[in-house]
């Protein structure tokens, strides 16, 4: 296993374990489905201004939030089309992992925080062989129900 595959493995195991250790909790909410309004920004370390955010609109079912998906990969990645794992819901906490099969596989590791409302978080992404990191930063917000 490579160095930044170390660790990516290490970063989501102390999150997971930092999240497992809170235990859920009344006050937290999770995300209410919906119609939302995502701001989806890509940033690469050291670069500056790789490209503009990218607004999107999106339905978040509660098959989406019971499965992860509802805060999946949302710009055009590699990543989108590989497995997500690990999925952890903590109260105002989402973790997971995404995992690409084969050799010089992908990876990433994605932690979001979420009111009933809004959402915003992180998947830090690996890109495998290529040995390029990227991050897509997501801000949620629902503007309604869906159609």
């Known amino acids: 296993m490579k160095g930044h595959q170390r660790?990516?493995?290490?970063?989501?195991?102390?999150v997971i374990a930092a999240l497992a250790?809170?235990?859920?909790?009344?006050?937290?909410?999770?995300?209410?489905?919906?119609?939302?309004?995502?701001?989806?920004?890509i940033t690469?370390?050291?670069?500056?201004?790789?490209?503009?955010?990218?607004?999107v609109t999106r339905c978040v079912s509660p098959a989406d939030?019971?499965?992860?998906?509802?805060?999946?990969v949302l710009?055009?990645?590699?990543l989108r089309n590989c497995g997500l794992l690990d999925y952890l819901?903590?109260?105002?906490?989402?973790?997971?992992?995404i995992a690409c099969p084969g050799p010089n596989r992908g990876m990433a590791v994605a932690v979001f925080e979420t009111t009933a409302t809004t959402y915003r978080g992180s998947i830090?992404?690996?890109?495998?062989g290529k040995n390029m990191t990227m991050s897509?930063?997501?801000?949620?917000?629902?503007?309604?129900?869906?159609p």
């Open 7 to 14: 660790q990516l493995l290490t970063a989501l195991t102390s």
């Open 21 to 41: 250790a809170t235990g859920p909790t009344a006050a937290d909410p999770f995300l209410s489905p919906g119609l939302y309004q995502v701001e989806v920004r």
């Open 44 to 55: 690469l370390p050291n670069v500056q201004d790789v490209a503009a955010p990218v607004v």
């Open 65 to 72: 939030l019971e499965s992860g998906k509802a805060f999946f």
């Open 75 to 78: 710009s055009d990645n590699p």
């Open 89 to 97: 819901v903590n109260g105002g906490a989402v973790s997971y992992r």
């Open 124 to 128: 830090k992404m690996n890109m495998g």
């Open 136 to 146: 897509e930063t997501q801000v949620g917000k629902r503007i309604g129900s869906c």
